[in-house]
C-alpha cells in the first residue's frame, strides 16, 4: 500500500445526484493532488492543495468542487455530472511543492455517470 | 505548448529479453524526470527518478537515461519478466512548483512468457 487511501473504490451515479470522493493520506505529506484517468488519454491534473491552501485548479467545470479541510484529507464533490466524467479518479500525494520527490497515488476511484 | 509523447502502441516482448520505452517531450525544460508504472485499475506507483545533470540511473534491473539534448528520456528493464507487464508513464518536472501537462499517456508492456 502506498498510504494514500480512497473511498469509494467504485461509484455509479446519476446525472442528478450528489456524491463525494473522499481521500486520506498517512504520509505526513502537505501537497495533494486530484487527477481524472480517462481511457486512451493521460493523467489530467485537476486540482493541488498546498497547505490546505488549493494552489491549481486546471479549469476544470465547477460541477466538480474540491476541499481539503487538512493536510491529510480531500474530497471532491459531485453533482449534476455528465457521461463524459466517467473516469478513473486519482489521488495523490506529495511532501511539498518545490520538492524534489514523487507522487504517491491512492488506488482511486471508478466512477460511471449514468 | 508543452507535450508529452510516449508510443502509444503496447510494447510486446519474450521474456528475458530488455524492453526500452521512450519517453519524449517538447517546448519543456524538465529539471528531472520521474517513471511510474500503473497496473489495470490502480494508482501509478513511483519507480525512478533522474535529474537533468545525470545521464544515467539503475535500479535493480531498471536503467533510465536523460537527453536533454534530444529532449527524451529512455526507460529499459533488463532480464523482462510477465511481473513487469504494466503500463510504465514518464512524468518531466521542474524543480519547483508544477505543470498542469505532467504526464505522458503511457506505454503498454506485455512480456510474453
Known amino acids: 500500500e502506498t498510504g494514500v487511501t480512497q473511498t469509494p473504490r467504485h461509484l455509479v451515479m446519476g446525472m442528478t445526484n450528489k456524491k463525494s470522493l473522499k481521500c486520506e493520506q498517512h504520509?505526513?505529506?502537505?501537497?495533494m493532488y486530484w487527477y481524472k484517468q480517462s481511457a486512451k488519454k493521460p493523467l489530467e491534473l485537476m486540482f493541488v492543495?498546498?497547505?490546505?491552501?488549493?494552489?491549481e485548479n486546471n479549469s476544470v467545470p465547477s460541477r466538480f468542487s474540491p476541499e481539503c479541510p487538512n493536510s491529510s484529507h480531500l474530497f471532491l464533490h459531485l453533482h449534476t455530472l455528465q457521461p463524459e466524467d466517467s473516469a478513473l479518479y486519482l489521488c495523490?500525494?506529495?511532501?511539498?511543492?518545490?520538492?524534489?520527490?514523487?507522487?504517491?497515488f491512492g488506488p482511486g476511484t471508478r466512477l460511471t455517470v449514468l | 505548448s508543452q507535450k508529452i509523447e510516449q508510443n502509444s502502441e503496447a510494447l510486446n516482448i519474450q521474456e528475458g529479453k530488455t524492453a526500452t520505452l521512450t519517453c519524449n517531450y517538447t517546448?519543456?525544460?524538465?529539471?528531472?524526470l520521474q517513471w511510474y508504472r500503473q497496473d489495470p485499475g490502480r494508482g501509478p506507483v513511483f519507480l525512478l527518478l533522474?535529474?537533468?545533470?545525470?545521464k544515467e540511473k539503475r535500479k535493480e534491473r531498471l536503467k533510465v537515461t536523460f537527453d536533454t539534448t534530444l529532449k527524451q528520456s529512455l526507460f529499459h528493464i533488463t532480464a523482462s519478466q510477465p511481473a513487469d507487464s504494466a503500463t510504465y508513464l514518464c512524468?518531466?518536472?521542474?524543480?519547483?512548483?508544477?505543470?498542469?501537462?505532467?504526464f505522458g499517456t503511457g506505454t503498454k508492456l506485455q512480456v510474453i512468457p
Open positions: 492543495y498546498n497547505f490546505k491552501e488549493q494552489t
Open positions: 533522474i535529474r537533468e545533470n545525470e
Open positions: 512524468a518531466p518536472r521542474h524543480s519547483g512548483g508544477y505543470q498542469k501537462v505532467t
Open positions: 504520509l505526513g505529506h502537505n501537497a
Open positions: 495523490a500525494s506529495r511532501q511539498a511543492i518545490g520538492a524534489i520527490d514523487e507522487q504517491f
Open positions: 517546448n519543456y525544460s524538465p529539471a528531472y
